[in-house]
């Protein structure tokens, strides 16, 4: 079987990065086509030996994107075309079948009840989803809560697999050496007690509320991995709340295999050097080695983790925290909501306010640092079980279709 991916961009992101992985335990030929940004993503999975083009898309409303991606699907001779996130499966549904494939799957990495990729959900980003999704064969969400959802907007419930993000293990299980040797890095004291939060510095994952719990609880420190458009103002109330020199800002971290340091050290270059042009202060409480960090480390070195999100698709974080053995504070998690409360303990739901997670952080403070069993909850996640449900979507998929469907003479033919 041969397979299209077919993705808006490549930067470091949940779905980009899950993309990667994927790729390395599916028994398939892959090839990957980035609509706009190939970034470090796309880095590692040339590295991985999967071929990556870049369309060149210049914005949402570039039409010209569209019959050169069809032609590229056409030339290719694919079995099956899978698209990720919102752009990519307009685009990649319609291309699809005008070049003659039918059997066409999209994921759904990220769809909330009011936003959509981290942007608000509004009737016209619905309508046009909806109006292409009827062009493909399946649709993948990562969660029941997500297939819930896109039930809500109309899809038909035999046209919806759920599919969970995975992780490799391994890769998360505690290491007291790396903890150390993480905490050494860092300066930080082995009594400390640290409190973490990762994922994308954006205002709906709520790392202001970890900021101002932590304003609350003298000496404990805390340790935010990743990067976006909040950080400077995260920064700023670190100052206000007097917790400047107890907050850390990690900027975007690998995820651990030991083959992404050289493309996030791009990343934070680029980033950094966007940041100098722009005069930019330097910011003190960033790390001077960007290839320095692993998700996997930075777990390691924790005593609590925290996901302040109202609003989560999966949840793929936490997960792995609890993979790290560390006990988990989260506001919103469809990975630990959607199964039975006996395959998650360690994991605490708590409201998404300051007050509330100051008061359940004051009580993990009072338990002392600790490391507990990986839930049976991490074994459900494990990217072979992922890939292989995948693997099965694409098997009928491509049953139930024909060899090769006449493509359509126009794209305004398209129903």
Known sequence: MKVLHVITGLGVGGAEQQLRLLLRHL????????????????????ADGVPVTHLEMKGNRDLAALPRLARLVRRGGYDLVHTHLYRACVYGRIAARTAGVRAVVATEHSLGERYIEGRPLTRSTRELYLRTERLGSATVAVSATVADRLRGWGIPARRIHVVPNGIEVDTYRYDPLRRAATRAQLGLPEGAFVVGGVGRLVPGKR?????????????????????????ASLAALAGQLGVADRVRFLGECAAGDGTRGAERAAARGAAGGAARDAGAPADPTALTDPAALTVPAVLAALDVFVSASEEESFGLAVVEALAAGLPVLHAACPAVDDLPAALTPGAVRVESRADALEAELRRQLDAGQRRLAPPPLVGHYDIVRSAAGLLGVYTRAVARAPARDRAFPSLNAIP
Do not use: H
């Open 207 to 231: 790392f202001d509320l970890l900021v101002r719990a932590v304003a609350g609880l003298p000496g404990v420190r805390l340790l935010l991995a990743g990067d976006g458009p909040e950080r």
């Open 27 to 46: 028994p398939v030929e892959c090839e990957v086509v980035t609509l706009t940004n190939p970034g470090p993503v796309a880095e590692g999975l040339r």
